[in-house]
């Protein structure tokens, strides 16, 4: 089975801070994954499909990259409402797919 | 705009079988092309795909919890379901329906059930 690691497991940044979460995969999934924010409470929400698409609603300072093993999900301007934590999720086997066990944000 | 809602019991005895409806509205569950999906997340933990059906009824499987998960579907209710026997109380989570595809974008707002005598 596909496994998946993110780093850092946790990070504080502060507002108008570039943030990068990284997720590693165990081995090649191309471009499939995507990026997830959970807020407490709250069902987590698409932010990032097919490594790189922006979902439709989206802020635009939110960027995806990567294929292979290798993704990141980039937060140009960290803004008040992004302190959450993000997941990354691989569906390279779907309809079987992982998450990758989360990255929290939160105020420095 | 598809909406999802879980239902169930919120208390569940060790040794017994969880069981959970999640509910679709504004949509067809015979939807083609659209998997029906549980997720889980255990209280402060990460997210664990349960397992999927397809509208034709077709399941799909974490291979961690194959052995104890039924997931079925009743399209005249515009429902699917979730049972997982045998339950502990490492089984206690918030329990969330999706629509998926590759991608899961529509989800239900979660339901907790615990396990506990």
């Known amino acids: 089975a596909i496994q998946l690691t993110q780093s850092p497991s946790s990070l504080s940044a502060s507002v108008g801070d570039r943030v990068t979460i990284t997720c590693r995969a165990s081995q090649g999934i191309s471009s499939a994954l995507a990026w997830y924010q959970q807020k407490p409470g709250k069902a987590p929400k698409l932010l990032i499909y097919?490594?790189?698409s922006l979902e439709s609603g989206v802020p635009s300072r939110f960027s995806g990259s990567g294929s292979g093993t290798d993704f990141t999900l980039t937060i140009s301007s960290l803004q008040p409402e992004d302190f959450a934590t993000y997941y990354c999720q691989q569906f390279n086997s779907y309809p079987l797919f992982t998450f990758g066990p989360g990255t929290k944000v939160d105020i420095k | 705009q598809l909406q999802l809602q879980e239902s169930g019991p919120g208390l569940v005895k060790p040794s017994e079988t969880l069981s959970l409806t999640c509910t679709v509205s504004?949509?067809?569950?015979?939807?083609?092309?659209?998997?029906w999906g549980w997720i889980r997340q255990p209280p402060g933990k990460g997210l664990e795909w349960i397992g999927s059906?397809?509208?034709?009824?077709?399941?799909y499987y974490n291979p961690s919890l194959k052995s104890r998960v039924t997931i079925s579907v009743d399209t005249s209710k515009n429902q699917f379901s979730l049972k997982l026997s045998s339950v502990t109380a490492a089984d206690t989570a918030v329990y969330y329906c999706?629509?998926?595809?590759?991608?899961?974008?529509?989800w239900g707002q979660g339901t907790l059930v615990t396990v506990s005598s």
């Open positions: 999706a629509r998926h595809q590759q991608w899961l974008v529509r």
């Open positions: 059906i397809y509208y034709s009824g077709s399941t």
């Open positions: 504004g949509g067809s569950i015979s939807s083609s092309s659209y998997y």
């Open positions: 097919d490594a790189s």
